[in-house]
């Protein structure tokens, strides 16, 4: 149930991971290997320069593997990840656990934090997931946020108006810190938990515990009181100040574009811990990892709204050319003249971030981009076809729309076969299978 479990896991599938035996430098050369790799196998860095911890990258860089790692198939995921956020299963409380074997005080010099892009403002740990107590101690929140090394023991968190934002500025209310721990290296179903949305007052890490079927055991972080996976590789404790901002930015988010400087809050870390042998979790900003776990947990969603639009959902997928996040192919069994408008509709409602949708019938497979450009061009016409709207709520990380307002432009595309046109024009053409 920890992220070494599940790399030795995919070490038993051919071709799941690759090792690296050069040495390379945590400023920009490891990170051009994870871009070599990007969307393929996890990378095992067998040395990063001044370091003795060790880096693995890329472990939710496909589908496959997050499929694996909850449990769950291109079909049947949707409802897991949704069944997990409505009914989260409390972890176990233990006393100590391996992320426990060496604490002191905090040094990120320890640690190979990277520096991806050219003109990203610093060295970046990507793979954080911030534990943070509510300010009345209530509940925790546990939320994935690109973190910027300013030194040895602070950080810059981007908090974009989300649960943990809404928790900080509560806090800075009543001039009160909040409470943290920053966990790097755990299973990879805790890091989809961590994006699944639950409502606000829901522990992600028990969204997590559910989607692995239960048994995530956590430690009490002694200064902080917030629990964390026992079997955690790395756990950075401290607060987030409630008065101190600094810059943040440029960094590259999953547009693979600079997203723009910001003020935003101090992390002072005050301790942590780590397994002796501990390993590094890098994620590629941008890269397939980092859309992948942004993007399913919302297919999620998009799923469930558009099945209570459409009678037969096949598959909803958020794709890769499109960030994960800008772009959703639906694929529907029509049974209605109109089941493909609405469908549109329901997936844009769903996820306001998303931009084009293409809606396609249950013969398209949606994981094929190529399949999909087929159906546009032998199913559609965009006179009668297509749905637009202008000036919706958008998303803030697309440069061509109004940045300041987040307004954009939507589309829809009625891909599916025309009603009243007979089906067999529109049949993909097979050829049988020879006679012997
Ligand atoms: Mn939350």
């Not at 009160?176 to 409502?199: L, R, T």
């Not at 003020?263 to 990892?289: C, F, H, S, T, W």
């Not at 890769?320 to 192919?329: I, K, P, Q, S, V």
């Given at each position: 149930?920890?992220f070494r479990?599940f790399l030795e896991g995919e070490r038993?599938i051919?071709g799941q991971v690759t090792e690296v035996?050069?040495?390379l430098?945590?400023?920009?050369e490891a990170p051009a290997v994870m871009k070599a790799n990007d969307g393929g196998p996890v990378v095992v860095f067998g040395?990063i ?5 060790k880096v693995v990258a890329g472990l939710c860089g496909t589908r496959e593997r997050i499929y694996r790692a ?42 190979p934090?990277f520096?991806h ?8 740990i990507t793979s ?16 994935i ?39 790097i290296g755990v299973h990879p179903?805790?890091a989809v ?40 590789e ?20 999953l547009?693979g ?22 390993i590094y979790q890098a994620i590629l900003p941008g890269g397939a990892e980092h859309k992948l776990l942004m993007g399913m ?23 890769l050319?499109?960030?994960c ?112």
């Amino acid at each position: 149930m920890s992220f070494r479990q599940f790399l030795e896991g995919e070490r038993r599938i051919a071709g799941q991971v690759t090792e690296v035996a050069d040495e390379l430098s945590a400023e920009y050369e490891a990170p051009a290997v994870m871009k070599a790799n990007d969307g393929g196998p996890v990378v095992v860095f067998g040395r990063i320069r001044g370091h003795r911890v060790k880096v693995v990258a890329g472990l939710c860089g496909t589908r496959e593997r997050i499929y694996r790692a909850i449990g769950a198939g291109p079909r049947d995921y949707y409802s897991k990840l949704t069944a997990a956020a409505a009914n989260p299963v409390k972890p176990e409380v233990v006393s100590s656990g391996p992320v426990m074997e060496v604490t002191g005080g905090a040094d990120l010099g320890e640690l190979p934090v990277f520096r991806h892009y050219e003109r990203d403002a610093g060295r970046y740990i990507t793979s954080g997931i911030v534990v943070a107590r509510s300010p009345d101690g209530k509940f925790q929140n546990a939320s994935i946020h690109r973190l910027l090394v300013l030194g040895k023991d602070r950080l810059a968190i981007r908090l974009v108006p989300r649960h943990l934002f809404a928790m900080h500025q509560e806090g800075k209310s009543c001039g009160e810190d909040i409470q943290v721990a920053i966990v790097i290296g755990v299973h990879p179903a805790v890091a989809v938990g961590a994006n699944a949305g639950p409502k606000l007052g829901v522990d992600e890490l028990g969204v997590g515990n559910a989607l692995m079927g239960g048994g995530l055991k956590v430690v009490k972080c002694r200064r902080s009181g917030v629990t964390v996976p026992a079997e955690a590789e790395i756990v950075l404790e401290g607060v987030i100040k409630a008065d101190e901002t600094v810059d943040e930015g440029p960094f590259v988010d999953l547009t693979g574009t600079y997203d723009i400087i910001r003020k935003q809050p101090v992390v002072q870390l005050n301790g942590m811990m780590m397994r002796r042998d501990a390993i590094y979790q890098a994620i590629l900003p941008g890269g397939a990892e980092h859309k992948l776990l942004m993007g399913m947990p919302k297919e999620a969603r998009m799923y469930d709204a558009v099945s209570r639009a459409v009678p037969d959902v096949r598959g909803v997928r958020l794709t890769l050319g499109g960030a994960c996040w800008f772009h959703a192919a639906v694929s529907i069994r029509k049974q209605a003249e109109g089941d493909g408008k609405n469908a549109i509709l329901a997936a844009l409602g769903a996820n306001p971030s998303v931009k084009h949708v293409v809606v396609v019938d249950e013969d398209i497979n949606i994981d094929d981009m190529a399949e999909v450009e087929w159906a546009v061009a032998t199913r559609f016409q965009g006179d009668t076809g297509m749905i637009k709207i202008k000036r919706a709520r958008g998303s803030s990380l697309d440069p061509s729309s109004d940045q300041e307002r987040i307004l954009t432009a939507k589309l829809g595309i009625d891909a599916t076969v025309p009603w009243g046109k007979p089906r067999e024009k529109f049949e993909k053409a097979t050829i049988p299978k020879a006679a012997r």
